[in-house]
């Protein structure tokens, strides 16, 4: 049977979403009415998660023999995209080595990709990746990293924000971990950080990949995707006795590298660091962010804006919307560029209008029922399909141009190969 309140809560959020008050908005923000306690976490945390953009410049490629290729003018800029999340409210995040600092020998393939496609030949990371180990590619006039970070965001406002320059504060290339930092940011959201990885946990990774290698930066709306799973084996990977790595089931996308793996109370589980050939992922377990934040002399921990947000999400799964509404805005107070406490206020004010509604007339009650099933049955075939689309489409949240991934499906136990991030 059926509760009342469960019906209740359905109809309202239909009605949230079929709402024009945050039809500006793209879909993807998780709801926090959602009756797995995993997307929840994932809503919490997702605010904290920033995407990386990390751009090289080069004129050519040298071959082993010493022969060079000059590249074409459009592939002279490489340009990779990839996730990081924030440990402190005063800009600590952790990514994965690779994302915030490439091989060259990944620029060299990366470039040469570009190349191939650019002439119409043809192309694959694999063609590129093999072609630069056996020819010993090098680039040449390759400057400086440029690493820009944006923090997720749903609204206007994320298209306002043109991103900041991070230093590199500890970096951890056996083990693919980097922390960097942000500058100017204070009381920003943060996630905290459970060492458990308990097999059979349910986690979310969230993180700005995509299954197509020539999409570019979103210049628009910020909002990771979430793919959910569960924990599997921690151990050493074969041939590999310096690394520790979970493995995790979640369908892991290129350029979710340096994501966090999070758990129903949006607490970091582990750092997202490879797609697996077999399917799902492998992360790098809490323990293993803690010895280098350790080392930084960085302490984690979340900050009055995250207890203002978590406090927030928490009134709204228990209907207390007016309390809720408060929080969101002592988050907003606390943090004014907080990603997602504006779009949340919207979506309190689509759920009081529709609790409203239902508070009328029994025949009004009756009617509004109705119309609230259909538009959930209707929101959840959408749903569906949206999934399917997402899992079959590049680009995400719409038209990108050209960018290179940083995940690549490669063998585990080829260390030379540029395409391996393990």
Same mark, same amino acid.
């Given at each position: 049977?059926i ?14 979403m079929? #709402? ?14 959602s009756?797995?306690?995993?997307v ?27 022969t ?12 990779k ?10 800009g600590?995040?952790?990514s ?6 490439p ?12 190349k191939l ?6 192309? #694959? ?6 072609? *630069?180990?056996?020819n010993?590619v ?9 690493? *820009?970070?944006r ?12 991103g ?26 943060s996630?905290?950080l ?6 059979g946990?349910?986690?979310? #990774?969230l ?9 570019a ?13 569960v ?12 690394r520790?790595l979970?493995?995790?089931?979640n369908?892991?996308q ?29 992360m ?16 984690p ?15 709204v799964q ?6 809720a ?8 107070? #606390? ?25 009328g ?16 049955v ?8 949206l999934?399917?689309a ?5 680009? *995400? ?9 940083f995940?690549?499906d ?9 395409r391996?991030?393990?």
């Amino acid at each position: 049977m059926i509760r009342p309140r469960i019906i209740t809560a359905a109809v309202l959020a239909a009605f949230a979403m079929a #709402s024009p008050a945050i039809g500006d908005i793209p879909a993807g923000v998780p709801d926090a009415l959602s009756p797995d306690p995993v997307v929840r976490g994932a809503l919490i945390a997702m605010p904290a998660v920033w995407n990386v953009q990390v751009t090289a410049h080069l004129t050519g490629l040298r071959l082993r023999s010493g022969t060079v290729i000059s590249l074409p003018p459009e592939a002279r800029e490489v340009r990779k995209e990839g996730t990081a999340f924030a440990v402190t409210p005063d800009g600590y995040l952790v990514s994965a080595h690779h994302v915030i600092s490439p091989s060259t020998s990944e620029i060299a393939a990366t470039a040469y990709l570009e190349k191939l496609a650019l002439q119409g030949q043809p192309h #694959s990371e694999q063609i590129a990746a093999d072609w *630069v180990k056996r020819n010993g590619v090098t680039p040449v006039g390759l400057m400086h990293l440029e690493r *820009v970070v944006r923090p997720a965001a749903a609204g206007p406002g994320a298209a306002r924000n043109n991103g900041a320059s991070v230093r590199l504060v500890a970096t951890d290339r056996t083990r693919d971990i980097a922390v960097i930092r942000v500058p100017g940011v204070a009381d920003a959201p943060s996630i905290g950080l459970d060492r458990g990885v308990d097999v059979g946990t349910p986690v979310a #990774s969230l993180g700005f990949g995509s299954t197509d290698p020539f999409a570019a930066p979103q210049h628009g709306a910020l909002v990771p995707s979430v793919r959910t799973g569960v924990i599997g084996e921690t151990g050493h990977p074969d041939k590999q006795p310096t690394r520790y790595l979970t493995l995790i089931t979640n369908p892991i996308q290129m350029g979710d590298s340096g994501g966090p793996v999070v758990d129903a109370n949006g607490h970091a589980r582990g750092v997202v660091l490879i797609k697996r050939k077999a399917g799902g992922g492998a992360m790098a377990p809490t323990d293993e962010i803690l010895r280098l934040l350790d080392g930084a002399g960085v302490r984690p921990w979340e900050g009055r804006t995250q207890t203002a947000y978590r406090a927030a999400l928490a009134r709204v799964q228990r209907f207390d919307l007016d309390g809720a509404k408060a929080d969101f805005r002592r988050t907003l107070a #606390s943090d004014p560029s907080h990603g997602l406490a504006g779009y949340e206020i919207q979506r309190v004010d689509a759920l009081r209008t529709a609790h409203v509604a239902l508070a009328g007339e029994p025949r009004a009650r009756g009617g509004l029922l109705v119309i609230g099933v259909t538009a959930l049955v209707a929101a959840g075939l959408l749903a569906v399909l949206l999934w399917k689309a997402v899992n079959r489409m590049p680009g *995400v949240l719409g038209p990108r141009d050209r960018k290179a991934p940083f995940d690549q499906d490669v063998p585990p136990d080829d260390p030379d190969n540029p395409r391996n991030l393990i």
